[in-house]
Nanobody
């Protein structure tokens, strides 16, 4: 089992910045699609940003130009740099790693998906 541990959440004023980190207990990021999700109070979970194993990134329209997803394979860590924060960015943010790995010499593969515990981001106006 792989644990994803997040850090970096907190309270910030509108227009401020935060950087979230998500560190994996094992080296899986090179074979994973990584993502950040968020869930605001009373709302459903929203996909914020993804980065593929090849490095391609995608963002929700609401965060384009303000948020940047990145990863550091050597540190088994992914990041979400959040700039120009708005009150509507207030939510619990969770990291996700999903992929396929080979489990034996015959090449059998299994899917995997892991979640972080979530970190709270509060943006005050």
């Amino acid at each position: 089992q792989v644990q994803l541990v997040e850090s970096g959440g907190g309270k910030v004023q509108s227009g401020g910045s935060l950087r979230l980190s998500c560190t994996a207990s094992r080296s899986i990021f090179s074979i994973s699609t990584l993502a950040w999700y968020r869930q605001a109070p009373g709302k459903g979970r929203e996909l914020v940003a993804t980065i593929s194993s090849g490095g391609s990134t995608n963002y929700a329209e609401s965060v384009k130009g303000r948020f940047t997803i990145s990863r550091d394979h050597a540190k088994n860590t992914m990041y979400l740099q959040m700039n120009s924060l708005k009150p509507e960015d207030t939510a619990e943010y969770s990291c996700n790693a999903k992929g396929v790995r080979v489990v034996n010499v015959e090449g059998a593969k299994v899917d995997f998906e892991y979640w972080g515990q979530g970190t709270q981001v509060i943006v005050s106006s």
